[in-house]
Protein backbone atom coordinates (compact mmCIF):
# COMPACT_ATOMS: atom_id res chain seq x y z
CA UNK A 1 0.00 0.00 0.00
CA UNK A 2 2.60 2.60 0.82
CA UNK A 3 7.00 2.56 0.66
CA UNK A 4 8.45 3.26 3.73
CA UNK A 5 12.25 4.32 4.14
CA UNK A 6 14.14 4.67 7.05
CA UNK A 7 16.62 6.72 7.85
CA UNK A 8 19.18 8.31 10.91
CA UNK A 9 21.01 4.69 11.58
CA UNK A 10 24.69 4.44 12.00
CA UNK A 11 26.82 3.54 14.98
CA UNK A 12 27.21 4.84 18.34
CA UNK A 13 28.99 4.34 21.62
CA UNK A 14 26.68 2.91 24.42
CA UNK A 15 25.09 5.85 26.35
CA UNK A 16 24.71 8.47 22.71
CA UNK A 17 21.35 8.79 21.26
CA UNK A 18 19.71 8.51 17.30
CA UNK A 19 17.12 9.90 15.86
CA UNK A 20 15.56 7.57 13.35
CA UNK A 21 12.84 8.77 10.65
CA UNK A 22 10.68 6.98 8.57
CA UNK A 23 9.54 8.72 5.24
CA UNK A 24 6.53 7.09 3.51
CA UNK A 25 6.24 7.25 -0.44
CA UNK A 26 2.86 8.66 -0.12
CA UNK A 27 1.13 11.17 1.66
CA UNK A 28 -1.62 8.60 2.94
CA UNK A 29 -1.22 6.97 6.28
CA UNK A 30 -2.96 4.09 8.59
CA UNK A 31 -3.52 4.40 12.02
CA UNK A 32 -0.84 2.59 13.52
CA UNK A 33 3.04 3.50 13.17
CA UNK A 34 5.59 1.46 14.81
CA UNK A 35 8.77 0.80 15.09
CA UNK A 36 10.33 -2.98 15.47
CA UNK A 37 14.16 -4.21 15.58
CA UNK A 38 16.23 -7.17 14.63
CA UNK A 39 19.04 -7.90 16.84
CA UNK A 40 21.25 -10.10 15.19
CA UNK A 41 20.62 -13.64 15.33
CA UNK A 42 17.53 -12.84 16.90
CA UNK A 43 13.86 -12.54 15.79
CA UNK A 44 12.20 -8.78 14.94
CA UNK A 45 10.68 -7.93 17.99
CA UNK A 46 8.36 -4.66 18.99
CA UNK A 47 9.79 -1.57 19.88
CA UNK A 48 7.09 1.29 19.88
CA UNK A 49 3.98 2.54 17.99
CA UNK A 50 2.35 5.66 17.90
CA UNK A 51 -1.07 6.61 16.45
CA UNK A 52 -1.85 8.60 13.42
CA UNK A 53 -2.35 11.75 15.40
CA UNK A 54 0.53 11.00 17.43
CA UNK A 55 -1.53 10.97 20.78
CA UNK A 56 -0.95 7.16 21.75
CA UNK A 57 1.93 5.53 22.08
CA UNK A 58 3.10 1.93 23.72
CA UNK A 59 6.59 0.91 24.12
CA UNK A 60 8.30 -2.41 24.78
CA UNK A 61 9.52 -2.64 28.30
CA UNK A 62 13.09 -2.68 27.11
CA UNK A 63 12.82 0.90 25.78
CA UNK A 64 10.18 2.67 28.02
CA UNK A 65 12.05 5.77 29.21
CA UNK A 66 14.85 5.72 26.84
CA UNK A 67 13.10 5.81 23.58
CA UNK A 68 10.74 8.14 22.05
CA UNK A 69 8.25 7.54 18.84
CA UNK A 70 6.44 10.63 17.61
CA UNK A 71 4.74 11.35 14.31
CA UNK A 72 4.49 14.60 12.39
CA UNK A 73 1.09 14.34 10.63
CA UNK A 74 1.61 17.42 8.52
CA UNK A 75 5.08 15.84 6.94
CA UNK A 76 3.62 12.20 7.25
CA UNK A 77 6.96 11.76 9.10
CA UNK A 78 7.76 8.80 11.89
CA UNK A 79 10.63 9.32 14.35
CA UNK A 80 12.22 7.34 17.20
CA UNK A 81 14.17 9.05 19.13
CA UNK A 82 16.84 6.97 21.19
CA UNK A 83 18.56 7.92 24.30
CA UNK A 84 20.65 6.52 26.63
CA UNK A 85 21.60 3.20 23.61
CA UNK A 86 22.75 -0.30 25.42
CA UNK A 87 24.68 -2.35 23.40
CA UNK A 88 21.53 -4.92 23.10
CA UNK A 89 19.68 -2.49 21.27
CA UNK A 90 21.87 -2.49 18.02
CA UNK A 91 19.79 -4.21 15.11
CA UNK A 92 17.64 -4.00 12.13
CA UNK A 93 15.77 -0.88 12.96
CA UNK A 94 12.56 -1.39 11.05
CA UNK A 95 9.74 0.87 10.26
CA UNK A 96 5.62 -0.53 9.76
CA UNK A 97 2.48 0.71 9.50
CA UNK A 98 -1.25 -0.82 9.34
CA UNK A 99 -4.92 -0.17 9.52
CA UNK A 100 -4.61 -0.51 13.56
CA UNK A 101 -2.01 -1.63 15.92
CA UNK A 102 -1.05 -5.50 15.71
CA UNK A 103 -1.49 -5.43 11.66
CA UNK A 104 0.96 -4.30 9.93
CA UNK A 105 0.80 -4.29 5.99
CA UNK A 106 3.97 -2.16 5.14
CA UNK A 107 7.24 -2.33 6.13
CA UNK A 108 10.35 -0.39 5.07
CA UNK A 109 13.66 -2.20 4.47
CA UNK A 110 15.36 -1.34 7.77
CA UNK A 111 18.43 0.69 8.93
CA UNK A 112 21.27 -0.29 10.76
CA UNK A 113 22.00 0.81 14.16
CA UNK A 114 25.03 -0.56 15.85
CA UNK A 115 25.75 0.73 19.57
CA UNK A 116 29.35 0.14 20.94
CA UNK A 117 30.31 -0.91 23.88
Known amino acids: QVQLVESGGGLVQAGGSLKLTCTPSSRDSFSAWGWFRQPPGKEREFVAVVSRNGRNTRYADSVKGRFTISRDDAKNMVYLQMNKLKPDDTGIFYC???????????WGQGTQVTVSP
Open 96 to 106: ATGPVDSSYTS
